[in-house]
T-cell receptor, first 114, second 111 residues
Framework: DAGVIQSPRHEVTEMGQEVTLRCKPI?????LFWYRQTMMRGLELLIY????????DSGMPEDRFSAKMPNASFSTLKIQPSEPRDSAVYFC????????????FGPGTRLTVT | GQQVMQIPQYQHVQEGEDFTTYCNSS?????IQWYKQRPGGHPVFLIQ?????EVKKQKRLTFQFGEAKKNSSLHITATQTTDVGTYFC???????????FGKGTSLLVTP
């Protein structure tokens, strides 16, 4: 199993640009989570999906952030327009209900907005 | 909302010394998990505790879940340089599915 796959691994962009982060969960997992990690705020849950349906997006910072999961094997997190304070590492994680609450994290995308 | 507090924020020990990190929740948890994140890496699951008063061991690591299911601890005996990283606790409330992570304890071990 390849594990959770995220792309790109690093992204540097200028303020105001659109940024799209991508995630492929582990096959067979029905939950997908997006997290943001910064030194100041730690690991924050942004949104999570169950069977491709968004369940809780209360962690999404503001309207500039949006997430989609068009099918069981792909999700995107989009920031438009990006701002310097969005600089962070964004993790995607997945798990399968009924097996364990254990979450499998991807390698993360390090986003820098200048 | 539910808050998970973790202390200390940082810990620097000499190799061979013991290490403990503590986690407290403002509400009762259905279960608590522990993750380890190496520098530059991603969180990796260590263990899950479900029962009140539960104690689990993994080699030199001992995990405890409090009787009230609101606190937990991770104790490492005789630390090694391979233990370096940030240890996170993450709780799931009685109603809900998402993990609420503490801010982690960063452990530095010097030989």
């Amino acid at each position: 199993d390849a594990g959770v796959i995220q792309s790109p691994r690093h992204e540097v962009t200028e303020m105001g640009q659109e940024v799209t982060l991508r995630c492929k969960p582990i096959s067979g997992h029905d939950y997908l989570f997006w997290y943001r990690q910064t030194m100041m705020r730690g690991l924050e849950l942004l949104i999570y999906f169950n069977n491709n349906v968004p369940i809780d997006d209360s962690g999404m910072p503001e309207d500039r952030f949006s997430a989609k999961m068009p099918n069981a094997s792909f999700s995107t997190l989009k920031i438009q327009p990006s701002e310097p304070r969005d600089s962070a590492v964004y993790f995607c994680a997945s798990n399968r209900q009924g097996v364990s609450y254990e979450q499998y994290f991807g390698p993360g995308t390090r986003l820098t907005v200048t | 909302g539910q808050q998970v507090m973790q202390i200390p924020q940082y810990q620097h020990v000499q190799e061979g010394e013991d290490f403990t990190t503590y986690c407290n929740s403002s509400t009762t948890l259905s279960n608590i998990q522990w993750y380890k994140q190496r520098p530059g890496g991603h969180p990796v699951f260590l263990i899950q505790l479900v029962k009140s008063g539960e104690v689990k061991k993994q080699k030199r690591l001992t995990f405890q879940f409090g009787e009230a299911k609101k606190n937990s601890s991770l104790h490492i005996t005789a630390t090694q340089t391979t233990d370096v990283g940030t240890y996170f606790c993450a709780g799931i409330p009685n109603s809900g599915y998402a993990l609420n992570f503490g801010k982690g304890t960063s452990l530095l071990v010097t030989p």
